[in-house]
Nanobody, 122 residues
């Protein structure tokens, strides 16, 4: 079992930045790819970014490429999402996920956090 806890969400003006963190605990973190997803009110959950265990492979949704950066610190069992040039359409609950399959784009990840709210005002 892997427990995931997100932090770092909040209210920011358009054009601003936030950094989300996701701390993992429980069974070994070793080998797990990590991902970030988001869900806005009335919309389905969508893929944002993912990173392999080694950090050597990253995937991004087209809507965030060039603005968001995913990274991880395996010594701290933590994955980060640096979000720059935020837009009102980035407003959503952001959740992290973990899976042994790799940095997949789909939502079929094994473990999920509870999420953290990000609100971008115009």
């Amino acid at each position: 079992q892997v427990q995931l806890v997100e932090s770092g969400g909040g209210l920011v003006q358009a054009g601003g930045s936030l950094r989300l963190s996701c701390a993992a605990s429980g069974r070994t973190f070793s080998g797990y790819a990590m991902g970030w997803f988001r869900q806005a009110p009335g919309k389905e959950r969508e893929f944002v970014a993912a990173i392999s265990w080694s950090g050597g492979k990253t995937n991004y949704a087209d809507s965030v490429k060039g603005r968001f950066t995913i990274s991880r610190d395996n010594a701290k069992n933590t994955v980060y999402l640096q979000m720059n040039s935020l837009k009102p359409e980035d407003t959503a609950v952001y959740s992290c996920a973990a899976d042994l399959r790799g940095p997949a784009y789909d939502s079929n990840w094994r473990y999920w956090g509870q999420g953290t709210q990000v609100t971008v005002s115009s």
